[in-house]
């Protein structure tokens, strides 16, 4: 018997615009770099990177829109309500980011990895013991 292939469902904060990827995922970390954090207003990000090809739009294709944060790097939101929910870089052709508050479904993960950690802000206090470094594949 095929398995079947698990998905996940997400969406901005208005819903307008819908998301779909296939399970497994291939890493989640939270990300202190400060495109992030002024990109969605929060002290840090938690992303979860995907293959590239199992993303796919379910509803509000016409809302996305893509901020460049750099010459490699963009973020894609809604444009209607704003939400930033996805990052794509040509250092990382093959993958798409994706915030994991914007996931519906549960995907049973916690980060693995705390990266840019040097720009961390200093309001909260970060007890998690995983590791805490730079990796250029996460950087925004
Ligand atoms: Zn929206
Ligand atoms: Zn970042």
Known sequence: MEKDIKKVYGSCLCKSFQFKVDLPLKWC????????????GSGFVT????????????KGERLLRWYSSSKKSEFGFCKT????????????????????????????????????????????????DIPKKNDPRFDK
């Open 81 to 128: 309500c704003g939400s930033s929910m996805l990052y794509r870089s040509i250092k990382c052709p093959d993958e798409i980011h994706i915030t994991l508050v914007n996931f519906n479904d549960d995907l049973k993960i916690s980060p693995q990895i705390d990266s840019y950690f040097d720009t961390h802000v200093h309001w909260l206090s970060f007890e998690q």
């Open 29 to 40: 970390s939270n990300c202190h770099c400060t495109r992030c954090q002024k990109a969605h």
């Open 47 to 58: 992303w979860v990177g995907f293959d590239r090809d199992s993303f796919r739009i379910v």
